[in-house]
């Protein structure tokens, strides 16, 4: 009958309200089911159960049964204030009723056929109470060793999981793991249609929860194991898992915090949502980076969320005084927001549930982690590998910038870190020492950078006190010179090229000096000439007049020869033309 | 609710080792198992406790929130009040031998 109303109806979901439980289920635990919590001792299924609850009955307004089989109401009380629940202001409310069965072997004798009517009649009458619409029953298996009698036992758990559909109830059943089986007394027998397995485990003494949906009848479901993390919020699950490639891109660039560097990027910087990687050797400045990135992001108004490593966030922000930068203020914004653990503090899962959920809370535009490689340590490399691949599918869906830095060691092949994330990262900058003449000098360049024209220079890095600088390296001569070397090799660059300026300098004063001579020497030539051509003029006029004169004596000469009136003469003279 | 008690030896305190048995037996409804349970009790009970029990029956059909205090998950449960310390037999009581070390009779009478 049941399977014949999967096939009718959709499998109606009832959200859970546990951090990623609902997307890994796809909607939740089915509705108006037992589900079948199982796993070992300390695995977190009793806090599952109980935020199962308390989330019904808080964001869905469904209230509860918890029928507690192993603790005392009042022990209950204390886990669920834990966790942030008041359970006696819950349960004065109205809203969540419980219930403590107690059966102890010793105390109770078997003579003959019974049934568990009476269990049946106080789980009735507790959802009565309250009009539940969830129910827990934690761990039922106790009515195992409370009773001896099993084969009556199954038939009444039977009896039991068959009542809790008839009345719609959506129940959470836990059971302990069991050698061979899900659960040591064969719960799942009865629960078939979703089984969900907690697991706890410890390996090199850093222990990670896991969760896996062990069977989800009539539904998807994600099928791998997701960490998940419990702390006083309650579960937190890591539902990612590769979300394929077919996150949304952005053609948007930001800054690097670094002019030089938007420079070498195409003149514009990273894409926004990209996964941007900066590997080197201690001390070559990959925080330094990172700090600049990050206040290069706060500058733009947008938040920037900081996973630190290796120092604490006072350590950060008093180093970041000495290069000129002062995040203090970003962190009193709230613009910035630092996370410090050590990276042994847990397991590598651990730290991606506490990434995932620090996100999920701070909503950053731009990621960082420095280093990621204390991680990678963690972990074998396929491990790395696979939870980093989620990690960053998780954030580009998001569209949250990631810059992670990955410390290479002295000695090791710079880019050692290829094989383990190479392929993830768009955009990655090598920061690496340049030893040379004594002298130990920092040197960036783009090992690759997706989807621009990166420059293939390297740059020599420095850090001052007004922030990270890149310069030309010195190239010429077939060598790289940095440092004080290059320094020098420019010195000496300029003093010839001052030599040179001179030089030129001086040719151009002496043909200034020959031009003005030539000059000069025109403006004689000229003088003279004028001077001569004064005197040829001069000497014209002294000929008219001389002339004049002449001509005056002549008539004067003629005119005492014939007496004639002047005047007279002169005018006949003329009319004739040629008197003489 | 019905109680059982012979009037014979109440609260009679003439013998220094006699006491009154005070058993409460839990029920859901008139069901077989119930009214089989009920008939080996009082025959028990007569046999061996003759006069100075006290029988309780009480139906959680009708009194639900009673099966918590005395944490009653199976039907029928017959529970030893008095004397202390408390005992519970659960099933319908059909083996006599059983019921008796459970009540922890058998000294007493026998």
Same mark, same amino acid.
């Given at each position: ?16 309200? %546990? ?57 209950? &009380? ?18 969540? &009723? ?31 109470? %309250? ?40 129940? %959470? ?29 410890? =390996?090199?003494? @850093? ?30 699950? !890591? ?9 949304? $891109? ?14 070498? !990027? ?7 949502? /990209? ?82 959920? $620090? ?9 960082? $982690?420095?280093? @990621?490689?204390?991680? %990678?340590?963690?972990?074998? &490399?396929?491990?790395?590998? /696979? ?27 710079? =880019? ?32 690759? /950078? ?39 090799? =420019? ?6 090229? !001052? ?56 008539? =004067? ?10 005047? $007279? ?12 | ?39 080996? #009790? ?11 029990? *006290? ?24 529970? *030893? ?16 031998? *059983?019921? #008796?070390?459970?009540?922890?009779? *058998?000294?007493?009478?026998?």
């Amino acid at each position: 009958m049941v399977k014949a109303k999967h096939k009718v109806d959709v499998l109606e979901k009832c959200p859970t309200g %546990i951090r990623g439980l609902d997307e890994i289920t796809k909607g939740g635990l089915p509705r108006g089911r037992p589900t079948l919590i199982c796993g070992s001792a300390g695995s977190g299924k009793t806090l599952l159960a109980m935020e199962f609850l308390m989330r019904g009955t808080m964001d869905y307004g469904e209230p509860g049964v918890f029928m507690t089989f192993e603790e005392t109401s009042e022990d209950l &009380a204390k886990n669920f204030i834990s966790l942030g629940f008041d359970l006696n202001e819950m349960m004065s409310r109205g809203l969540i &009723a419980t219930d403590h069965v107690y059966i102890a072997r010793s105390e109770v004798e078997e003579t003959g056929d019974y049934d568990l009517e009476g269990l049946f009649i106080r789980l009735g009458s507790a959802i009565d109470s %309250i009009g539940a619409k969830r129910v827990v029953l934690d761990t039922i298996e106790a009515l195992f060793s409370g009773l001896s009698n099993a084969a009556i036992l199954r038939a009444e758990l039977r009896r039991l999981f068959h009542w809790l559909k008839e009345r719609g109830m959506t129940a %959470i059943v836990t059971g302990e793991s069991g050698d061979k089986t899900l659960t040591r007394y064969g719960l799942e027998e009865y629960v078939a249609d979703c089984v969900i397995l907690l697991d706890f485990r410890i =390996e090199e003494q @850093i222990s990670t929860r896991r969760l896996r949906i062990v069977k989800y009848r009539g539904s998807s479901h994600g099928s791998d194991e997701y960490p998940f993390l419990i702390d006083e919020k309650g579960l937190s699950i !890591l539902p990612i898992t590769s979300l394929g490639l077919d996150y949304p $891109v952005s053609t948007e660039r930001i800054s690097t915090g670094v002019p030089k560097l938007d420079a070498m !990027l195409d003149g514009k910087g990273f894409y926004r949502g /990209s996964t941007i990687l900066v590997s080197g050797t201690a001390g070559t400045g990959k925080t330094s980076l990172s700090a600049t990135f990050a206040d290069a992001a706060c500058l733009r108004g947008e938040r920037c969320l900081y996973f630190a490593f290796e120092e604490s966030p006072r350590q950060i922000i008093r180093n970041m005084g000495s290069i000129g930068m002062d995040l203090a203020r970003w962190v009193k914004k709230g613009l910035l927001k630092f996370h410090a653990a050590r990276p042994s503090l847990y397991g590598l899962e651990m730290h991606l549930v506490t990434f995932h959920k $620090v996100i999920e809370e701070f909503k950053p535009e731009v990621f960082i $982690v420095d280093p @990621i490689s204390n991680l %990678i340590n963690a972990g074998t &490399a396929s491990e790395v590998k /696979s939870i980093l691949t989620r990690l960053i599918d998780y954030l580009k869906m998001k569209k949250i910038s990631v810059f992670l830095t990955d410390l290479t060691h002295f000695g090791g092949s710079l =880019e050692r870190t290829s094989e383990e994330i190479s392929s993830l990262i768009d955009t990655w900058l090598l920061l690496r020492d340049i030893e040379l003449n004594g002298e130990r000098n920092r040197g960036l360049y783009i090992l690759k /950078s997706r989807g621009m024209d990166h420059s293939n220079q390297i740059q020599e890095f420095l850090l001052t006190n007004q922030g990270i600088g890149l310069i030309d390296i010195y190239t010429g001569s077939g060598e790289v010179v940095t440092g004080s070397a290059r320094a020098a090799q =420019e010195a000496e660059e300029k003093a010839s090229e !001052l030599t040179r300026q001179h030089d030129v300098d001086r040719r151009l004063r002496e043909q200034e000096r020959k031009r003005k001579a030539l000059e000069a020497k025109i403006a004689a030539l000229r003088a003279e000439f004028d001077a001569e051509s004064e005197e040829l003029h001069l000497m014209a006029e002294e000929e008219r007049k001389r002339q004049a004169v002449l001509a005056g004596d002549r008539l =004067e000469m003629a005119h005492l020869r014939k007496g004639e009136p002047s005047a $007279v003469r002169r005018s006949a003279r003329k009319r004739n033309g040629k008197g003489d | 609710m019905k109680a059982v008690s012979p009037g014979k030896g109440k609260k009679a305190k003439t013998d220094s080792t006699e006491e009154i048995w005070n058993l409460r037996l839990y029920v859901a409804g008139q069901t077989q198992k119930s009214i089989t349970a009920f008939a080996n #009790l009082k025959k028990i009970c007569e046999e061996h406790l003759a006069g100075k029990y *006290r029988i309780e029956v009480i139906d959680l059909l009708k009194n639900p929130q009673l099966a918590k205090g005395d944490q009653i998950i199976a039907i029928p449960t017959l529970v *030893r009040k008095l004397p202390e310390p408390l005992k519970k037999i659960i099933g319908d009581l059909a083996n006599t031998e *059983r019921v #008796l070390v459970g009540l922890d009779i *058998r000294p007493v009478s026998g």
